[in-house]
Protein backbone atom coordinates (compact mmCIF):
# COMPACT_ATOMS: atom_id res chain seq x y z
CA UNK A 1 0.00 0.00 0.00
CA UNK A 2 0.98 3.05 -0.88
CA UNK A 3 -0.55 6.47 0.90
CA UNK A 4 0.34 10.31 -0.87
CA UNK A 5 -0.55 13.14 0.56
CA UNK A 6 -0.63 16.58 -1.23
CA UNK A 7 0.26 19.69 -0.18
CA UNK A 8 1.46 23.16 -1.20
CA UNK A 9 -1.85 24.38 -3.06
CA UNK A 10 -3.80 27.47 -1.86
CA UNK A 11 -5.19 30.67 -3.66
CA UNK A 12 -2.85 32.99 -5.95
CA UNK A 13 -3.73 35.31 -8.38
CA UNK A 14 -3.37 34.95 -12.22
CA UNK A 15 0.30 34.72 -13.37
CA UNK A 16 1.35 33.27 -10.11
CA UNK A 17 3.65 30.42 -9.42
CA UNK A 18 2.45 27.58 -7.24
CA UNK A 19 4.73 24.48 -6.26
CA UNK A 20 2.64 20.96 -5.35
CA UNK A 21 4.35 18.39 -3.28
CA UNK A 22 3.03 14.85 -3.02
CA UNK A 23 4.70 12.93 -0.16
CA UNK A 24 4.37 8.76 -0.43
CA UNK A 25 4.02 6.34 2.69
CA UNK A 26 3.99 3.29 3.30
CA UNK A 27 6.39 2.16 0.91
CA UNK A 28 8.64 3.33 -1.63
CA UNK A 29 8.09 4.95 -4.83
CA UNK A 30 11.18 5.09 -6.70
CA UNK A 31 10.58 2.06 -8.85
CA UNK A 32 7.08 3.45 -9.68
CA UNK A 33 5.79 5.91 -11.96
CA UNK A 34 3.84 8.94 -10.74
CA UNK A 35 1.30 11.41 -12.01
CA UNK A 36 -0.69 14.30 -11.56
CA UNK A 37 -4.28 14.81 -11.99
CA UNK A 38 -6.36 18.10 -11.96
CA UNK A 39 -10.37 18.24 -11.20
CA UNK A 40 -12.31 21.59 -11.42
CA UNK A 41 -16.07 21.93 -10.49
CA UNK A 42 -18.21 20.06 -12.33
CA UNK A 43 -16.06 18.47 -14.71
CA UNK A 44 -14.35 15.00 -14.97
CA UNK A 45 -10.97 14.28 -12.91
CA UNK A 46 -8.34 15.03 -15.91
CA UNK A 47 -4.72 14.37 -16.67
CA UNK A 48 -1.74 16.87 -16.09
CA UNK A 49 1.70 15.59 -15.84
CA UNK A 50 3.51 12.28 -15.88
CA UNK A 51 6.69 10.99 -14.75
CA UNK A 52 8.62 7.94 -15.03
CA UNK A 53 10.55 6.48 -12.31
CA UNK A 54 13.66 7.69 -12.69
CA UNK A 55 12.24 10.81 -13.79
CA UNK A 56 14.19 10.80 -17.33
CA UNK A 57 10.66 10.83 -18.90
CA UNK A 58 7.90 13.10 -18.82
CA UNK A 59 4.82 13.96 -20.32
CA UNK A 60 1.99 16.82 -20.17
CA UNK A 61 -1.23 17.90 -21.09
CA UNK A 62 -1.52 20.29 -24.01
CA UNK A 63 -2.85 22.78 -21.61
CA UNK A 64 -0.16 22.67 -19.24
CA UNK A 65 2.55 21.88 -21.39
CA UNK A 66 5.34 24.76 -21.25
CA UNK A 67 4.00 26.05 -17.71
CA UNK A 68 4.23 23.07 -15.32
CA UNK A 69 6.54 20.69 -14.59
CA UNK A 70 6.64 17.39 -12.84
CA UNK A 71 10.00 16.31 -10.74
CA UNK A 72 10.67 13.68 -8.28
CA UNK A 73 12.89 13.07 -5.35
CA UNK A 74 13.22 9.11 -4.36
CA UNK A 75 15.76 9.73 -1.74
CA UNK A 76 12.49 12.18 -0.09
CA UNK A 77 9.45 9.50 -1.35
CA UNK A 78 8.15 12.87 -3.23
CA UNK A 79 6.97 14.10 -6.40
CA UNK A 80 6.45 17.85 -7.05
CA UNK A 81 4.40 19.89 -9.80
CA UNK A 82 5.72 23.41 -10.38
CA UNK A 83 3.21 25.51 -12.18
CA UNK A 84 4.06 28.85 -13.22
CA UNK A 85 2.29 31.78 -15.02
CA UNK A 86 -0.94 30.15 -13.43
CA UNK A 87 -4.61 30.87 -15.19
CA UNK A 88 -8.23 30.89 -13.17
CA UNK A 89 -8.96 27.64 -16.00
CA UNK A 90 -6.43 26.21 -13.30
CA UNK A 91 -8.56 26.17 -10.71
CA UNK A 92 -8.96 23.01 -9.15
CA UNK A 93 -8.01 19.81 -6.74
CA UNK A 94 -5.07 18.65 -7.83
CA UNK A 95 -4.74 14.95 -6.87
CA UNK A 96 -1.40 12.75 -6.93
CA UNK A 97 -1.28 9.34 -8.60
CA UNK A 98 0.61 6.66 -7.90
CA UNK A 99 2.21 3.56 -10.02
CA UNK A 100 1.07 3.83 -13.65
CA UNK A 101 0.07 -0.04 -14.31
CA UNK A 102 -0.55 0.40 -18.29
CA UNK A 103 2.25 -0.05 -21.26
CA UNK A 104 -0.30 2.09 -23.41
CA UNK A 105 1.08 5.38 -23.76
CA UNK A 106 0.50 8.27 -23.25
CA UNK A 107 -0.72 7.50 -19.57
CA UNK A 108 -3.38 10.20 -19.20
CA UNK A 109 -5.87 7.37 -17.97
CA UNK A 110 -6.34 7.95 -14.42
CA UNK A 111 -7.82 3.95 -14.01
CA UNK A 112 -4.02 2.93 -14.62
CA UNK A 113 -2.87 4.24 -11.61
CA UNK A 114 -3.29 2.73 -8.49
CA UNK A 115 -3.34 4.52 -5.95
CA UNK A 116 -4.64 8.16 -5.10
CA UNK A 117 -3.91 10.88 -2.68
CA UNK A 118 -6.87 13.29 -0.77
CA UNK A 119 -5.93 16.01 -3.09
CA UNK A 120 -5.08 20.46 -2.73
CA UNK A 121 -7.17 22.68 -3.20
CA UNK A 122 -5.68 25.50 -6.46
CA UNK A 123 -7.33 28.35 -6.70
CA UNK A 124 -6.23 30.86 -9.23
CA UNK A 125 -8.01 34.80 -9.05
CA UNK A 126 -8.31 37.13 -12.27
Known amino acids: QVQLVESGGGLVQAGDSLRLSCAAS????????MGWFRQAPGKEREFVAF????????YYADIVRGRFAISRDNAKNTVYLQMNDLKPEDTAVYYC???????????????????WGQGTQVTVSS
Open 97 to 115: AAEWRSGRWPPVNRDHYAY
Open 26 to 33: GRTIGSVA
Open 51 to 58: ISWSGSST
